[in-house]
């Protein structure tokens, strides 16, 4: 069962006995975990036969290594999520699914972005206020400073917010990786 404990991951063996969900999580991108006994593309082959059966409104795009549920155009909004399943070979021969949820690569990049930039310029405008405050002067750029924290929380925010809003997109990418999951066979997790 997918146990989501004050933010930390706990690996999980497949199949997981009812939808545990992380949406009350405060992360950006609420991941998860799995542990199947087959090699990494025998993995993805099941999973990706297992996901021919999803309802309409899902779907599946895979990559070597990856595989993506994605919400259909019809009806994708902005805040709606995707999951990323990354499988990872391990050395006795199993497997490791992890499974990400975040908005789509557009969506992403405004944040990425944002960060990046309020970040950049919030701590060269803190070194900046900083030298000012040094030789006693008016440290005018420490404004500058608190305006990219206000921009970074905003951004923080507005990720929450999105989130929130599409939760129910959420569970219905949940309940296909679980409805897919039953089919790969799994292993306990030590």
Known sequence: ?????????VETSLPAPGPVIPLNSFRVRPRFRARVAVDAEVARVRLLE?????????????FPGLVGLHIADAQ?????????????????????????YGPEIEIWSVFLYGYIFSGMI??????????????????????????????????????QFGQKLGAWQTVQLHQAWLAAAERVEAAPCE
């Open 50 to 62: 297992a996901l021919n059966d999803l309802p309409e409104g899902i779907v599946v795009r895979a």
């Open 76 to 100: 994708r909004r902005a805040w709606s999520p995707r999951l990323l399943l990354n499988f990872e070979s391990r050395p006795d021969g199993s497997t490791i699914i992890e499974g990400v």
């Open 122 to 159: 919030g701590m060269f405008s803190a070194i900046l206020g900083g030298a000012q405050w040094f030789i006693s002067s008016y440290p005018w750029a420490l404004w500058v400073t608190g305006a990219m924290a206000v921009v970074a929380a905003g951004l923080y925010l507005a990720a």
């Open 1 to 9: 069962m997918d146990n989501w404990h004050e933010g930390r991951i």
